[in-house]
């Protein structure tokens, strides 16, 4: 019994101490001239469902709930975020070149399809986030059609 005391003492002091590990949560500030949904005029209701479901980790205008304060969730939540800033950031689009645009956009209709993003863990937390079908085959469409269409 003694043992276990320790053991949840130490996890506890442990648990404690690596709040204390900063996080980065500053967002780069935002030039809307390259920003997507404004360089590309994007109607209201697609630029709904892409803020809605694709911003928070895509974009510099990632809003952290207050959960992503908490040592090591706050770790993994920064990481996601790194991570999907890195495959694509659409508060950056306008300074893609255009292979690097249709790459991105090839990617983007088959993750839709499948319904690998948004991600399944990041929509229990985020409500606006789970697309509908109808919601997914209207973004689906609007980026086949830059694609079709080359306006990217």
């Known amino acids: 019994m003694k043992m276990v005391k320790k053991i949840i003492f130490w996890s506890l002091v442990v648990f404690a101490l690596i709040q204390f590990i900063p996080i980065d949560r500053t967002n780069k500030p935002i030039?809307?001239?390259?920003?997507?949904?404004?360089?590309?005029?994007?109607?209201e209701k697609i630029t709904k469902l892409i803020k809605g479901a694709c911003y928070d980790c895509h974009s510099n205008e990632t809003v952290y709930p207050k959960y992503s304060y908490i040592a090591p969730i706050s770790w993994s939540i920064k990481s996601h975020v790194n991570e999907g800033r890195e495959h694509l950031n659409f508060s950056i689009?306008?300074?893609?070149?255009?292979?690097?645009?249709?790459?991105?956009?090839?990617s983007i209709v088959p993750t839709l399809q499948s319904k690998t993003m948004p991600m399944p863990g990041y929509?229990?937390?985020?409500?606006?986030?789970?697309?509908?079908?109808?919601?997914r085959k209207l973004l689906i469409n609007y980026f086949e059609e830059m694609l079709t269409s080359k306006s990217y």
Do not use: C, G, R
Not at 95 to 102: A, F, I, M, V
Not at 123 to 135: C, D, F, M, Q, R
């Open 93 to 106: 689009w306008q300074t893609y070149n255009s292979d690097l645009k249709e790459s991105m956009l090839n």
């Open 123 to 135: 929509i229990v937390y985020h409500k606006e986030a789970n697309l509908s079908e109808a919601e």
């Open 31 to 43: 030039d809307h001239k390259v920003n997507f949904v404004e360089a590309k005029k994007t109607p």
